[in-house]
């Protein structure tokens, strides 16, 4: 009996891939902004899954492998209202597949934003007690948690946090092509939002590939909102090469390709900024675009303090990366 994993499976370039996403994602013109700066927006917040985001189309490929591999559960961990959490248990929900998340924080009274929608997804959720920026904690829960689990007779697929793996990368090397294949404009820069550093990964992977070609290929400005990427970890660069190397396509990415702006993190991971806040009114209000405090509107506060770094006429950009559940998670409760 073929099983919905296995009718979704194809393979691009040579790593198997499973169907989940809306594909192609749109690409909207925004507003001009600064002194003449027009502001473009990928759409990858309606990727389909689960209620989209960034995360699915690094499952295609997450899943593809698992598939593979002979899996039949999935394993992940995140903060307590981890988008890809409650996106690998979507992909669960679709493939029929038996799905764990391991998460920050205490269970709540009541179930809200993307734990709701987790939950909905049938998903198991374990609360750790670990704060949302422990991730050395959490990786252990989960490594803990997929032995657990291969005792019990299962065969999990554990998937570290964020989905950020070479094969996780494999997903924004194919998103840098669709994106720049939509572009009839040639992008000065492309902005996204950076935590776990395997979109930012896949995007630099793709723009060396699109180099080695001799197509265009722009560059890339992660905003980092985790203290790991802010420092340097992991090394993108070396995720990317490896993905490379994963798929068998040409092109190296060296240091000098990875631009990280550290200055929009604030106190930490997970916790909104004042300007954050402010990016997220602004987003809603001139291209309705929803964005959470938490982490897609940091990015935003990072591409529109960086304004003055373009010119009139210079085309720009935003990779909405998803997270409209958070926004209707308090953030302001003791």
Not at 66 to 79: I, P, Y
Not at 293 to 305: E, I, S
């Amino acid at each position: 009996m073929t099983s919905s994993a296995d009718s979704r499976l194809h393979v691009w370039n040579g790593a198997p891939r499973v169907r989940l996403a809306t594909l192609p994602t749109p690409l909207e013109r925004g507003p001009v902004i600064g002194d003449g700066v027009q502001l473009w927006v990928k759409r990858d917040d309606l990727t389909g899954l689960g209620m989209g985001g960034n995360k699915a189309r690094k499952l295609e490929f997450l899943c593809g492998d698992a598939t593979s591999a002979g899996a039949d559960t999935l394993v992940t961990v995140g903060a307590g209202q981890s988008n890809h959490c409650r996106m690998t248990a979507a992909a669960g929900a679709l493939l029929g597949w038996e799905t764990h998340l391991v998460l920050a924080g205490e269970r709540p009274e009541h179930l809200e934003g993307n734990q709701l929608l987790s939950d909905m997804f049938g998903a198991h959720m374990h609360f750790t007690g670990a704060g949302p920026a422990e991730w050395g904690v959490l990786e252990t829960e989960r490594l803990a948690l997929t032995e657990r689990l291969v005792d019990d007779g299962r065969r999990p697929y554990s998937i570290p946090i964020g989905g950020s793996t070479a094969v996780g990368a494999l997903g924004y090397i194919a998103a840098y092509d669709e994106l720049l294949e939509q572009c009839d404009v040639e992008p000065r820069a492309i902005v996204f939002t950076s935590s776990s550093g395997g979109t930012h990964a896949g995007l630099v992977a793709g723009r060396a590939w699109r180099r080695h070609r001799g197509l265009s290929c722009p560059p890339v400005i992660a905003i980092g909102v985790a203290k790991g990427v802010v420092n340097g970890l992991p090394d993108v660069a070396e995720l990317a090469n490896e993905a490379l190397r994963r798929a068998g396509l040409p092109g190296r990415v060296e240091s000098n390709d990875v631009e990280i702006d550290t200055r929009w993190l604030g106190d930490d991971y997970a916790v909104p900024t004042d300007a954050s806040i402010a990016a997220a009114d602004w987003g809603a209000r001139h291209g309705a675009w929803v964005l959470d405090g938490v982490y897609t509107a940091k990015g935003m506060a990072g591409l529109l303090g960086n304004v003055e770094r373009w010119s009139p006429g210079d085309h720009v950009v935003f990779v909405h990366t998803g997270g409209h559940p958070e926004v209707f998670v308090r953030h302001d409760r003791s």
